[in-house]
Protein backbone atom coordinates (compact mmCIF):
# COMPACT_ATOMS: atom_id res chain seq x y z
CA UNK A 1 0.00 0.00 0.00
CA UNK A 2 1.55 3.31 -0.96
CA UNK A 3 0.99 6.88 0.22
CA UNK A 4 -1.88 7.86 -1.63
CA UNK A 5 -4.20 4.47 -0.73
CA UNK A 6 -3.21 5.70 3.10
CA UNK A 7 -4.34 9.20 2.35
CA UNK A 8 -7.39 7.97 0.01
CA UNK A 9 -8.53 5.58 3.12
CA UNK A 10 -7.90 7.94 5.96
CA UNK A 11 -9.90 10.80 3.91
CA UNK A 12 -12.64 8.32 3.73
CA UNK A 13 -12.53 7.49 7.11
CA UNK A 14 -13.16 11.40 8.21
CA UNK A 15 -15.82 12.12 5.87
CA UNK A 16 -17.86 8.89 7.42
CA UNK A 17 -17.20 10.10 10.58
CA UNK A 18 -18.80 13.78 9.71
CA UNK A 19 -21.39 12.22 8.28
CA UNK A 20 -22.13 9.89 11.63
CA UNK A 21 -22.14 12.81 13.65
CA UNK A 22 -24.28 14.93 11.08
CA UNK A 23 -22.29 17.58 10.94
CA UNK A 24 -19.24 19.90 9.18
CA UNK A 25 -16.36 18.84 10.80
CA UNK A 26 -13.10 20.57 10.32
CA UNK A 27 -9.92 17.95 10.61
CA UNK A 28 -7.98 17.89 13.63
CA UNK A 29 -4.58 16.93 13.92
CA UNK A 30 -5.66 13.48 14.73
CA UNK A 31 -7.29 13.08 11.98
CA UNK A 32 -4.00 14.01 9.56
CA UNK A 33 -2.11 11.62 11.51
CA UNK A 34 -4.71 9.08 11.08
CA UNK A 35 -5.01 9.87 7.27
CA UNK A 36 -1.24 9.99 6.77
CA UNK A 37 -0.32 6.48 9.19
CA UNK A 38 1.45 8.30 11.71
CA UNK A 39 1.60 10.00 15.47
CA UNK A 40 0.45 12.77 16.24
CA UNK A 41 3.78 14.16 17.24
CA UNK A 42 5.09 13.53 13.57
CA UNK A 43 2.49 15.67 12.16
CA UNK A 44 3.00 18.58 15.02
CA UNK A 45 7.06 18.31 13.84
CA UNK A 46 6.03 18.32 10.26
CA UNK A 47 3.91 21.52 10.72
CA UNK A 48 6.48 23.04 13.13
CA UNK A 49 9.40 22.11 10.84
CA UNK A 50 10.85 20.39 14.20
CA UNK A 51 12.78 17.21 14.91
CA UNK A 52 13.86 15.19 11.82
CA UNK A 53 11.14 13.90 9.80
CA UNK A 54 11.94 10.79 7.56
CA UNK A 55 10.56 12.81 3.88
CA UNK A 56 8.23 9.86 2.69
CA UNK A 57 6.26 10.81 5.96
CA UNK A 58 6.69 14.49 5.57
CA UNK A 59 5.20 13.71 2.03
CA UNK A 60 2.61 11.90 3.37
CA UNK A 61 1.31 14.29 6.16
CA UNK A 62 1.89 16.91 3.78
CA UNK A 63 -0.61 15.32 1.32
CA UNK A 64 -3.22 14.42 4.29
CA UNK A 65 -2.87 17.87 5.34
CA UNK A 66 -3.60 19.03 1.86
CA UNK A 67 -6.63 16.42 0.98
CA UNK A 68 -8.71 17.13 4.35
CA UNK A 69 -7.98 21.38 4.53
CA UNK A 70 -6.17 21.28 7.74
CA UNK A 71 -5.85 24.72 9.45
CA UNK A 72 -3.88 25.14 12.79
CA UNK A 73 -6.80 26.19 14.67
CA UNK A 74 -4.67 30.25 16.58
CA UNK A 75 -6.87 29.68 19.73
CA UNK A 76 -5.21 26.51 20.16
CA UNK A 77 -1.79 27.48 19.15
CA UNK A 78 -2.58 30.90 21.29
CA UNK A 79 -2.84 29.14 24.25
CA UNK A 80 0.52 27.58 23.73
CA UNK A 81 2.23 29.60 22.94
CA UNK A 82 0.99 32.10 25.49
CA UNK A 83 1.21 34.61 22.62
CA UNK A 84 -2.26 36.17 21.47
CA UNK A 85 -1.45 38.24 18.60
CA UNK A 86 -4.26 40.79 19.45
CA UNK A 87 -4.39 44.59 20.16
CA UNK A 88 -6.99 45.76 22.68
CA UNK A 89 -8.31 49.94 22.36
CA UNK A 90 -9.73 52.04 24.63
CA UNK A 91 -11.18 55.13 23.11
CA UNK A 92 -12.93 58.21 25.12
CA UNK A 93 -15.78 59.60 23.09
CA UNK A 94 -15.45 63.11 24.20
CA UNK A 95 -18.82 65.58 22.93
Known amino acids: MDNGDKVAG???RVQQRARRQGRIVTPTL???????GVSTATV???????GQVRE???RAVEEAIEA????????????????Y????AIANSLK
Do not use: C, F
Open 44 to 50: SRVLNNT
Open 85 to 88: NTIG
Open 56 to 58: DLR
Open 30 to 36: TDVARMA
Open 68 to 83: LGYVPKSAARSLVSQR
Open 10 to 12: GER
